[in-house]
C-alpha cells in the first residue's frame, strides 16, 4: 500500500498520496510535521476503516436504509452499518477504489474514477475527478463528475488533522444552524440554531468529543470557494478551509482506534468534510445532491495554512 507514492512540492508545503482512494497521506508546511493522521495500514489495517484522507463517496455520509429513490425508482446502496444505513458508499466506495492517476506534474495530481451503472447500488456510468494543487500554502482540491443518468452525488474529502496537539484545537465555523440526529446518526429532518449549543463555532472553541454533526453553511453550492471554518492549533498554526459546498461534517475523531506504535487513537485528529447535506436525497427540504448528464459536479475546496499573528 505504501508504493506508488505521488509527492508534490510548492514553496512551503509538501504533499503526499496515494492512488487507493485517491488519499492524502502526508501534509506539511515549511517541512514540520505531519499535518494529517497517517498510519502504516499493513501493520493496522483496521486503520484504513476509518476512511483516513480517502475521497469518499459517489454519496458520503449516511443514508437511511442505505435507499435513495431517483425518477421514481428506489435504489439499494450497500447497508454497512448494521444494516441500517449506508456509510460512505458503503464497502466499495471511492475510498476502496484504486484511482487512474490521469495528470501529474511537481505541484499538481489529477486522479480518476470510473464507476459503471449500478456501482454502489446507484444509477449512471459516471466519471469522477479529483484534482490536487498546490498554490503557496494552499492545498486545493477540484472535483469534477460527469453521469449519463441522473443520479445522486455528494463527495467529501476525509483527512483527520492535526495541528501540533489535537487538545490545542480550537474551531470556528460560520454556521447558524445544524442538522440534529438520532440514534443512528441519521439526521432527523429538522434544522437547530447552534445558539446556547455545543455546536456553536461561530466564535472559536474546543471540540465537544461527542460533535459527528453537519454544520450549515447555505442552501445550496456556492460559485466560487468561501470560507467555511478556521481551525488553529498549537503555536498559532492556523487552516483556513475555503468550500463551495453547502454544509460541514465536523466529527472529533471520539472512535479512532488506538494504534499501538503509533499516536493515533480516540480524539486525536478532526475531520472537517465540506459536502451536501447528509442523507439528502431522503430529505427534500435539505439542498439537492442530484446530478444529470447536463448539470454535472463540481466542487472545490481550499486547505489555506498559515500562522496566526
Not at 510535521?33 to 449516511?62: E, K, M, S, T
Not at 480516540?266 to 436525497?281: C, T, Y
Request: proline share 9%; with cysteine.
Amino acid at each position: 500500500m505504501m508504493q506508488n507514492l505521488i509527492t508534490l512540492t510548492s514553496g512551503p508545503l509538501t504533499a503526499r498520496f496515494h492512488p487507493f482512494g485517491a488519499r492524502l497521506l502526508h501534509l506539511s508546511l515549511n517541512g514540520g510535521q505531519n499535518l494529517v493522521l497517517a498510519a502504516d495500514p499493513v501493520a493496522h489495517p483496521v486503520w484504513y476503516a476509518c476512511y483516513p484522507g480517502a475521497i469518499v463517496g459517489p454519496v458520503a455520509n449516511r443514508i437511511t436504509d442505505g435507499q435513495v429513490k431517483v425518477a421514481g425508482q428506489t435504489h439499494q446502496m450497500p447497508r454497512n452499518e448494521g444494516g441500517a444505513t449506508c456509510l460512505h458508499s458503503g464497502p466499495e466506495g471511492l475510498h476502496a477504489r484504486t484511482w487512474q492517476v490521469a495528470k501529474h506534474g511537481a505541484d499538481h495530481v489529477t486522479f480518476r474514477c470510473l464507476l459503471a451503472d449500478d456501482d454502489c447500488g446507484l444509477p449512471g456510468a459516471r466519471d469522477i475527478r479529483a484534482q490536487f494543487q498546490l498554490i503557496d500554502a494552499t492545498l486545493r482540491l477540484t472535483i469534477s463528475a460527469t453521469t449519463d443518468a441522473a443520479t445522486p452525488m455528494n463527495i467529501a474529502h476525509h483527512p483527520y488533522w492535526r495541528l501540533g496537539n489535537a487538545a490545542d484545537h480550537r474551531l470556528m465555523v460560520p454556521a447558524d444552524h445544524y442538522l440534529p440526529v438520532n440514534a443512528r446518526n441519521l439526521p432527523t429532518g429538522m434544522m437547530a440554531s447552534v445558539a446556547n449549543t455545543g455546536f456553536d463555532f461561530r466564535t472559536p472553541r474546543a471540540l465537544s468529543a461527542d460533535i459527528d454533526h453537519n454544520l450549515c453553511l447555505s442552501d445550496a453550492p456556492t460559485q466560487s470557494p468561501q470560507r467555511v471554518a478556521v481551525l488553529t492549533g498549537t503555536d498559532g498554526l492556523r487552516m483556513q478551509i475555503k468550500s463551495t459546498e453547502p454544509g460541514l461534517q465536523v466529527y472529533a475523531g471520539a472512535y479512532l482506534p488506538c494504534l499501538p506504535g503509533t499516536d493515533i487513537g480516540p480524539l486525536a485528529g478532526i475531520a472537517l468534510e465540506p459536502q451536501g447535506w447528509p442523507d439528502a436525497p431522503n430529505q427534500p427540504q435539505f439542498p439537492s445532491v442530484m446530478i444529470t448528464p447536463e448539470t454535472p459536479y463540481r466542487q472545490i475546496t481550499e486547505y489555506c495554512l498559515d500562522h496566526a499573528t
